[in-house]
């Protein structure tokens, strides 16, 4: 059973995940990863296992909060399904290489200093504020089965939804910014459903899992920050149109550089 201070620790981090995913169109792996490391440790979970714990429970949850996502940006009509459909191939594959194989053989040290340095390079995406200058078109289809296949691969080794590389893949191939947001929100679940199947298999047997575990996969955590980040992600969306959003995403990126420090210190010192 959870206790009661556990529960409302999730909660609050569902909650926090949920509303900033709405009002910044960020995933929450980037937020998610770090606390939910430092909770699995303060549960004595080694720190090794807990860092990959924290990365697939993460990925786990932006099942269900791209759902909720998608069917917003579908009313709009701003979904590219045609980019999705070619796409999806090569993030299913990529995705299960790197969570049915490679995660399993990497020590969560190198996991944690790997997340650190590509949550540095996404927040200085952030604070910056740049965008890639449209330079092209689409690859044909076997250019973007292999651009899903790095987006994929990436997004199984740090839990996150891969927005970071879809979005600026995509504005740089002419994209339209707000039609490539929201073709990456509809990429969010091919890359979770694909990379979590690999964390339960590949977790299936590992030993010392905390109880309520499906693989990698912390269930009890899941079920908590899911049903809350589903509630306040509509909220975050609504509040983009009346908040400095600009701003606000450069607050944020200092607090990512923050956590990334976190992590990339608790990879060291792990190893």
């Known amino acids: 059973m959870l206790d009661p201070i556990l529960i409302v620790e ?3 981090l569902g909650l926090a995940t949920g509303f ?20 699995l440790g303060g549960r004595q979970v080694a720190p090794d296992l807990a860092v990959k714990m924290a990365i697939a429970t993460s990925m786990a949850t932006i099942m269900f909060t791209s759902i909720s996502s998608v069917r917003a940006h579908h009313k709009r009509g701003a979904v590219q399904w045609d980019i999705v459909k070619r796409l999806a191939p090569g993030i299913v594959l990529g995705g299960m290489v790197a969570s049915l194989g490679v995660f399993a053989l990497l020590k969560g040290s190198f996991l944690a ?10 927040a200085t995406q952030m604070f910056l504020d740049k965008k890639p200058a449209p330079a092209r078109q689409m690859p044909g289809g076997a250019g973007q089965v292999a651009a899903g296949g790095v987006i994929g691969f990436l997004s199984g080794l ?9 979005v600026p893949f995509m504005t740089w191939c002419n994209v339209p910014i707000h039609y490539a947001v929201a073709t990456s929100a509809a990429l969010g679940f ?13 977790g299936y047997n590992v030993a010392d899992l905390p109880p309520a ?3 990698y996969v912390w269930l009890p955590a899941l079920a908590v920050i899911a ?7 509509p909220l975050g969306a609504k509040a983009a149109h009346s908040l400095p959003v600009k701003q606000l995403k450069r ?3 200092s607090l990512l550089f923050g956590l990334a420090a976190y992590m990339f210190w608790k990879g060291v010192t792990a190893a």
């Open 10 to 12: 999730l909660a609050v």
């Open 20 to 39: 900033l995913a709405g009002l910044l169109g960020i995933g929450g792996g980037m937020l998610l990863v770090p606390f939910l490391t430092y909770i």
């Open 113 to 122: 200093i790997f997340f650190g340095l590509f949550v540095s390079f996404s």
């Open 158 to 166: 740090v839990g996150a939804g891969g927005g970071f590389v879809s």
């Open 190 to 202: 091919p890359i979770a459903l694909a990379n979590v199947v690999g964390y339960v298999a590949s």
């Open 213 to 215: 575990s499906l693989g």
């Open 227 to 233: 049903t809350c980040s589903v509630l306040t992600a």
């Open 251 to 253: 607050v944020f990126a």
